[in-house]
């Protein structure tokens, strides 16, 4: 048991509230994932202007 | 809803409203035929033009699932055709191997934010519950792909997460219906149960977003045809 505690403290960092425990990639990931989701809505998605009368953009 | 989902069957040859044929009592090939070219409206397959509301970064995540999942699906059978040992030893194994694992990575991460984005905006509405639950269920059987997808990885690394995994599915009383450290068992479920079930629900998943159409946000008028 304690040499697979030394072979896990070895495989990255993490982070610790209490019971909460994760690592600091799995929780860059998962910022990032917030981050690309507030920006799918907020930013403006690309288009070119209708070429014709029926173009429902 | 399709004219052949009502209570009512029109006699064989007669006209529905929609004005095609209905589908013959004596014949399942006419049947099936009007099945195929009912079940999605005329022109919805590959429409080329959507709603306004569509124009929107948060509209883009279900085909980036889609496309991460193909690739997922084809680095996978390269995998499979070169063997594990080709993909621990050699460079190009290497590669390929990481392009399964990063595919797999943003498969899970779009199709988070693609959860997301249709659960703030309630996209089970407007008779789309089933396009919604299969989506469930799809996410559900790619956590399975997954999981059996770090049994199968040959190294120390999925025996670790075997011998783990062991010890909570036994803590549950799952143990005697899944043994995690039986490779052959998770390999034959990662590569071919699991993918099929989760391509065939994506596939009706699919069908039912364009049946239905894509959901409009909830303060934005649905088109009517």
């Given at each position: 048991m304690a040499n697979t505690q030394v072979l896990a403290e070895g495989a990255g960092n993490y982070l610790d509230f209490g019971i909460f425990h994760i690592s600091v990639t799995n929780a860059l990931i998962m910022g990032a994932m917030i981050a690309i989701f507030i920006l799918a809505i907020a930013l403006p998605f690309p288009h070119?202007?209708?070429?014709?009368?029926?173009g429902a953009r | 809803m399709s004219a052949v989902e009502g209570t009512a069957t029109p006699a064989p040859g007669a006209t529905t409203p929609e004005g095609s044929p209905s589908p013959t009592r004596?014949?399942?090939?006419?049947?099936?035929?009007?099945?195929?070219?009912?079940?999605?409206?005329?022109?919805?397959?590959?429409?080329?033009?959507?709603?306004?509301?569509?124009?929107?970064?948060?509209?883009?995540?279900?085909?980036?699932?889609?496309?991460?999942?193909?690739?997922?699906?084809?680095?996978?059978?390269v995998l499979a055709l070169g063997g594990s040992e080709w993909w621990h030893t050699s460079s190009v194994g290497h590669y390929v191997n990481s392009v399964h694992l990063w595919s797999v990575e943003i498969f899970f991460a779009v199709m988070a934010i693609h959860l997301w984005g249709k659960f703030w905006m309630a996209a089970w509405r407007g008779g789309r519950s089933l396009t919604w639950t299969t989506g469930m269920i799809a996410l559900?059987?790619?956590?399975?792909?997954?999981?059996?997808?770090?049994?199968?990885?040959?190294?120390?690394?999925?025996?670790?997460?075997?011998?783990?995994?062991?010890?909570?599915?036994?803590?549950?009383?799952?143990?005697?219906?899944?043994?995690?450290?039986?490779?052959?068992?998770?390999?034959?479920?990662?590569?071919?149960?699991?993918?099929?079930?989760?391509?065939?629900?994506?596939?009706?998943?699919?069908?039912?977003?364009?049946?239905?159409?894509?959901?409009?946000?909830?303060?934005?008028?649905?088109?009517?045809?």
């Open positions: 070119h202007e209708p070429d014709d009368d029926e | 004596t014949s399942w090939t006419a049947w099936a035929r009007y099945r195929i070219t009912h079940t999605v409206p005329q022109g919805q397959w590959l429409p080329d033009r959507q709603p306004a509301y569509v124009a929107s970064w948060i509209y883009v995540f279900g085909m980036a699932t889609l496309v991460s999942l193909v690739i997922v699906i084809g680095s996978g059978v559900l059987a790619a956590v399975g792909t997954g999981f059996t997808g770090y049994l199968s990885q040959t190294n120390f690394d999925a025996q670790w997460i075997g011998a783990q995994a062991k010890d909570g599915l036994n803590s549950v009383g799952l143990g005697a219906w899944f043994n995690a450290l039986n490779p052959a068992t998770a390999l034959t479920l990662h590569i071919i149960v699991l993918p099929l079930a989760v391509g065939a629900i994506v596939i009706m998943h699919v069908i039912l977003v364009r049946r239905h159409g894509v959901v409009p946000p909830i303060d934005a008028e649905e088109p009517t045809s």
